[in-house]
């Protein structure tokens, strides 16, 4: 699969990615953050840039995402996603963090996240001092 992005074309050479034009775009955006900004910031200052570089680009989203989670028709409780995100290829959740490393904890969260809204793939940035570590997190119900 081919994606072209500002004028360059890039291959994707994996057959079996989910949404592999979305994923590369936001993992577009997301280096690019990282590249401008850097590390050591609040993770409400990768929001914004976040939701700056999605503007820019074809992507559709939400932020701050709303989901009710319901047991029996019941609202139970209740979730806000950093980004609800509709791509050329596909929906995902965008999940930012600051830190070290993605945690077991914020995996299984994530997890809960594609359960409740019946997706597959969500996307895990975690802007670390000297990196963007990405991760994808898959719901195979």
Same mark, same amino acid.
């Given at each position: 699969?081919? %994606?072209?992005?500002?004028?360059?074309?890039?291959?994707?050479?994996?057959?079996?990615?989910?949404?592999?034009?979305?994923?590369?775009?936001?993992?577009? %955006?997301?280096?690019?953050?990282?590249?401008?900004?850097?590390?050591?910031?609040?993770?409400?200052?990768?929001? @914004?840039?976040?939701?700056?570089?999605?503007?820019?680009?074809?992507?559709?989203?939400?932020?701050?995402?709303?989901?009710?989670?319901?047991? @029996?028709? @019941?609202?139970?409780?209740?979730?806000?996603?950093?980004?609800?995100?509709?791509?050329?290829?596909? $929906?995902?959740?965008?999940?930012?963090?600051?830190?070290?490393? %993605?945690?077991?904890?914020?995996?299984?969260?994530?997890?809960?996240?594609?359960?409740?809204?019946?997706?597959?793939?969500?996307?895990?940035?975690?802007?670390?001092?000297?990196?963007?570590?990405? @991760?994808? $997190?898959?719901?195979?119900?």
């Amino acid at each position: 699969m081919e %994606v072209d992005r500002g004028g360059k074309i890039y291959t994707i050479h994996k057959e079996d990615l989910l949404y592999p034009e979305t994923s590369y775009l936001v993992n577009g %955006v997301l280096i690019d953050v990282y590249k401008k900004l850097g590390g050591g910031h609040l993770e409400k200052v990768y929001h @914004k840039a976040v939701e700056i570089g999605l503007n820019d680009s074809i992507l559709k989203y939400k932020s701050q995402h709303y989901v009710p989670l319901t047991y @029996k028709n @019941k609202n139970v409780g209740k979730y806000f996603l950093d980004f609800y995100i509709e791509g050329p290829d596909g $929906v995902l959740v965008l999940e930012l963090k600051r830190g070290k490393f %993605v945690t077991a904890d914020l995996i299984e969260q994530t997890k809960k996240y594609l359960i409740a809204l019946n997706l597959q793939l969500a996307v895990v940035g975690c802007f670390t001092f000297d990196s963007v570590v990405i @991760k994808r $997190v898959i719901n195979e119900y």
